[in-house]
C-alpha cells in the first residue's frame, strides 16, 4: 500500500489506527484491466458498468466507513463492499480512470467529491446518508442527473425521513455523540420536504428501455422512515435485458442479478425505484 499512498497520507494514521485504504490488490487488478481494455475512451456509464462487473464475486461487507465513534474519515475498502460503497466505488474509479487518476489518494479524492455535502468533509453529519440526498446533491456537483423526475409514471414520495434519527443506537458516532441527533434531525426534515420523484414498481418495466448501463438505482421502499432500502447499477446485457448489478446482503457479494423490474417487485416493502445518470 505504501507504494501508492502519498508520504503525507500516511503519514496522518499510525499502524494501529484504522486504515483509510484497504484493497491494494483490487485497485491494482481494477487498474491494470482498465488500461488493457482501454475503459477510459468508454462512456462514462459504460466504464462505470465495466468496473461493476469486474468486483463481482467481492464480499458483501457492512459498516466499512464507521472507523471511528469520534470523527468522519473518507475511507475505501475495496475487499468488501455494502450496496452504497460498490456503486459508489464503481462510478469514482471511472470517474478517477477519466481524469487520469492512478493511485489510491486519486480515488478518495473522487470518493471524498461524491460522499459529502457539497464536496466537503465537514464531520459524520456532512456524508450523504440517504439515497434522495445521494442524488440531490450530486445533481447539484455535476456528478449525475436525476433522471426520474422526466422518466413516465414518476411520483412524488410523501413520507418524513427519519429513521437515523429515531434509531441513533443503531450508527456508531449518532450513539456515541448523542449532540449530533437533534442536527440530524435538522437534515432529515430537509430531506423530507424535497419530496423526492420515484417511478412505482409495476412501472419500471415500462421505463426499462430509457435506462443505460452505469446509471445509478436506488430501489425505494415503504419502511417507515427511510427513502431507498437498497442501491445498485443497471447492467445491460448481451440479450439487451437491463439488469441489476448490485451488493447482495442476500447473496453475500457482488452479483449481478435478474432484470431490474423483477427485483423492483421481488419484495413486498420495495415501492418502486429512483434513477440517476452519471455525467
Known amino acids: 500500500m505504501a507504494a501508492f499512498m502519498s508520504p503525507a497520507f500516511t503519514r496522518a494514521f499510525s499502524s494501529d489506527e484504522p486504515k483509510p485504504f484497504i484493497g491494494e490488490d483490487v485497485f491494482k487488478r481494477l487498474l491494470g484491466d482498465s488500461q488493457k481494455a482501454g475503459w477510459d475512451l468508454l462512456p462514462i456509464g459504460r466504464m462505470i458498468g465495466e468496473i461493476g462487473m469486474a468486483l463481482r464475486g467481492t464480499p458483501y461487507i457492512g459498516s466499512t466507513l ?80 436525476d433522471i426520474t423526475p422526466n422518466l413516465p409514471h414518476a411520483l412524488r414520495m410523501d413520507k418524513r425521513f427519519d429513521y437515523m434519527s429515531r434509531h441513533p443506537g443503531g450508527y456508531r458516532q449518532l450513539k456515541a455523540n448523542p449532540g449530533l441527533v437533534p442536527k440530524m434531525a435538522a437534515i432529515e426534515a430537509e430531506i423530507s420536504a424535497r419530496h423526492p420523484w420515484y417511478v412505482a414498481s409495476e412501472h419500471v418495466a415500462e421505463i426499462e428501455p430509457r435506462l443505460q448501463t452505469g446509471d445509478i438505482v436506488g430501489i425505494a421502499t415503504s419502511a417507515e422512515g427511510l427513502d431507498c432500502s437498497h442501491t445498485g447499477l443497471v447492467y445491460i446485457d448481451e440479450a439487451g435485458v437491463r439488469r441489476f448489478l448490485n451488493a447482495s446482503s442476500v447473496q453475500e457479494q457482488v452479483v449481478l442479478g435478474e432484470r431490474l423490474s423483477d427485483y423492483a417487485v421481488k419484495y413486498r416493502k420495495n415501492i418502486g425505484v429512483m434513477i440517476a445518470r452519471p455525467l
Do not use: Q
Open 66 to 145: 464507521e472507523l471511528y465513534s469520534d470523527r468522519e474519515v473518507c475511507s475505501v475498502n475495496l475487499t468488501g463492499l455494502d450496496c452504497v460503497t460498490f456503486y459508489e466505488v464503481a462510478l469514482c474509479f471511472a470517474r478517477m480512470v477519466r481524469l487520469g487518476g492512478r493511485t489510491p489518494d486519486d480515488l478518495i479524492r473522487e470518493v471524498r467529491l461524491v460522499r459529502y455535502r457539497g464536496g466537503k468533509l465537514d464531520g459524520y453529519l456532512s456524508r450523504l446518508h440517504y439515497t434522495s440526498d445521494w442524488i440531490y446533491d450530486n445533481a447539484r456537483k455535476g456528478v449525475a442527473e
